[in-house]
């Protein structure tokens, strides 16, 4: 099953408002967790490393005002998309960092597919 | 800085040829993992290989082949004998291997491949 759960998998919003995604880890603890962005037919593109306790860190371009990142537990980072416009439909989606004994693995999650109308 | 080029935008074969996805990389790293990764039509993105850049040797699973070459910075996919179930964006990533930069993926466009039957 599953060891990073993204939801929900889909969204629809009105233009103007904000709305969330969640990420977590199921099966361990993740300090660093990553979230990723991809319209139509193109690759996917690191928006933010989201830290366990400390500011998220945000890739050149991004705004760190309108894409809210918080990362309050070692399972738990959420993505907030404030004043959602329909520029920012796009599939987003998340990653974890697992450092366990059994070898350093990153586990994605299903993605989330937001509609902005 | 990072990159990965995938120069293939699309691949179309008919069921049971073989094809191969090419991937060449940069980075100043000098250690360094390397992955493919396949992303069907619903968006999740499932896991196929990672690669650490010390082992150069080339892995098979499957229908599934990878040809890792540091030389020529290139890591290549074949998937033999294709079915139409292996239609799909395959991507390819790196990820250096530092605390800070271990597991922030930097994925190449993306080739597409359509299999007929």
């Known amino acids: 099953g599953a060891v990073v759960s993204q939801h929900p998998s889909r969204v629809i919003c009105k233009s103007g408002t904000s709305v969330k995604i969640e990420c977590r880890s199921l099966?361990?603890?993740?300090?660093?967790m990553f979230w990723y962005r991809q319209f139509p037919k193109q690759s996917l593109m690191l928006m933010a490393t989201?830290?366990?306790?400390?500011?998220?860190?945000?890739e050149q371009g991004v705004e760190k005002d309108k894409f809210l990142i918080n990362h309050a537990s070692l399972t738990l980072s959420t993505l907030t998309v404030t004043s959602a416009h329909p520029e920012d439909s796009s599939f987003y989606i998340c990653?974890?960092?697992?450092?366990?004994?059994?070898?350093?693995?990153?586990?994605f999650g299903e993605g989330s597919w937001l509609t902005v109308v | 800085a990072q990159k990965v080029t995938q120069a293939q935008t699309e691949i179309s074969v008919v069921e049971k040829e073989d094809v191969t996805l090419d991937c060449v990389y940069e980075t100043r790293d000098t250690t360094y993992y390397l992955f493919w990764y396949k992303q069907p039509p619903s968006g999740e993105l499932v896991f196929l290989i990672r690669?650490?850049?010390?082992?150069?040797q080339n892995e098979i699973s499957g229908r599934y082949s990878w040809n890792f070459q540091k030389s020529t910075s290139s890591f290549n996919f074949t998937i033999t004998a294709s079915q139409v179930v292996d239609s799909a964006v395959y991507f390819c990533a790196l990820s250096g291997t530092s605390t800070d930069s271990w597991g922030k993926l930097q994925f190449g466009a993306g080739t597409q491949v359509v299999v007929t039957p």
């Open positions: 690669r650490n850049s010390f082992d150069e």
């Open positions: 099966d361990f603890q993740a300090t660093t």
């Open positions: 990653s974890a960092r697992d450092l366990g004994f059994s070898g350093n693995t990153i586990y």
């Open positions: 989201s830290n366990e306790g400390s500011k998220a860190t945000y």
